[in-house]
């Protein structure tokens, strides 16, 4: 059983040892769950924490969450729409006359 741990310790890189524990099995099946309670604490907080904005707009709950996801979501439907129009080659573009 030694032997398989000092093999596995020889393919991990030093710098990676300290966030071996990010691999842990009870990580991955709770990220959701994780990412969702943070979700709502940081919710929970911003309903209740008075904010004094110079645009009042932005003094509206959750204000910065739907922002954020909207700039995102923007970005993205940029980069799919615009950007690939620019940089985007057609599916046979590797299929030309060079071949001859």
Partial sequence: MSDQSGKHDELVHPAARPFLWLDAKWLKSSMLWILLVLALGFAAIDLFHHRHEYVHVAETPGFYALWGFG?????????????????????DYWDGEGDQ
Avoid: K
């Fill in 71 to 91: 700039s995102f979501v923007l970005a993205v439907m940029v980069g799919w729409f615009v950007i690939r129009g620019f940089l985007g080659r057609e599916e």
